[in-house]
């Protein structure tokens, strides 16, 4: 089974430019969740979409967007970009259902650099 | 709010040291807890997970248990190789979400 796919790999931007980061997730997961991981930061929760649903959201400005696929793929934007947008952009996909559970294992993505210029 | 907090790193040991990663939590009701890791250059991968008190989680001779007293979820493993050097992160899914809350990270180095 493949595992979750993140593209592109690697994306250089200038400020005040916006972005797009795509995932796929592992065949017949339902859930993706977007993490942002910095060294100051560490890694941060931005949100999870469910059946095209974001059904849990982080602690983001609006300029972090994201939405989900009738196939489970999901993309981020982030518009307006700031220097402290530079970031690797984790993306996670679960089974999921629908009432949630906290037990299921979430796979990541290997992931997007994000370097905001 | 929910949070996760682990030892500080760098963690140098010698091939073969046991290893301890403190780990503790904050949360209301009832968390599953996980141990990630990260190798260098790869994403994150779960290593072991506990979804509720008392049990023990365990996968390539690292071993977690939940213990709901002290709020904590060490690490731990009986004879560190140089192969298992990378970044661990402790996170906690907080109960009825698939969101993950971790803490900051702790960096292993094994030297031969």
């Known amino acids: 089974k493949a595992g979750v796919t993140q593209t592109p790999r690697y994306l250089i931007k200038t400020r005040g430019q916006q972005v797009t980061l795509s995932c796929s997730p592992i065949?017949?997961?339902?859930?993706v969740s977007w993490y942002q991981q910095t060294p100051g930061q560490g890694l941060q929760f931005l949100f999870e979409?469910?059946?095209?649903?974001?059904?849990n959201k982080g602690n983001f400005p609006g300029r972090f967007s994201g939405r989900q696929f009738s196939n489970s793929r999901s993309e981020m934007n982030v518009s307006t970009l700031e220097l402290g947008d530079s970031a690797l952009y984790l993306c996670?996909?679960?089974?999921?259902?629908?009432?949630?559970?906290?037990?299921?294992?979430?796979?990541f993505g290997p992931g997007t650099r994000l370097t905001v210029t | 709010g929910d949070s996760v907090t682990q030892m500080e790193g760098p963690v140098t040991l010698s091939e073969e040291a046991f290893l301890t990663i403190n780990c503790t939590y904050t949360?209301?009701?009832?968390?599953?807890l996980f141990w990630y890791v990260q190798y260098p250059g790869e994403g994150l991968q779960l290593l072991l997970k506990a979804t509720k008190a008392d049990d023990k989680g365990s996968n390539k001779g690292f071993e977690a248990t939940y213990r709901k007293e002290t709020t904590s979820f060490h690490l731990e493993k009986g004879s560190v190789q140089v192969s298992d050097s990378a970044v661990y992160f402790c996170a906690l899914s907080p109960y009825n979400t698939d969101k993950l809350i971790f803490g900051t990270g702790t960096r292993l180095q094994v030297f031969p």
């Open positions: 065949s017949g997961h339902r859930s």
């Open positions: 996670a996909s679960s089974p999921g259902l629908a009432g949630a559970t906290s037990s299921y294992e979430q796979y």
């Open positions: 979409y469910f059946s095209e649903t974001q059904r």
């Open positions: 949360a209301t009701g009832y968390p599953s």
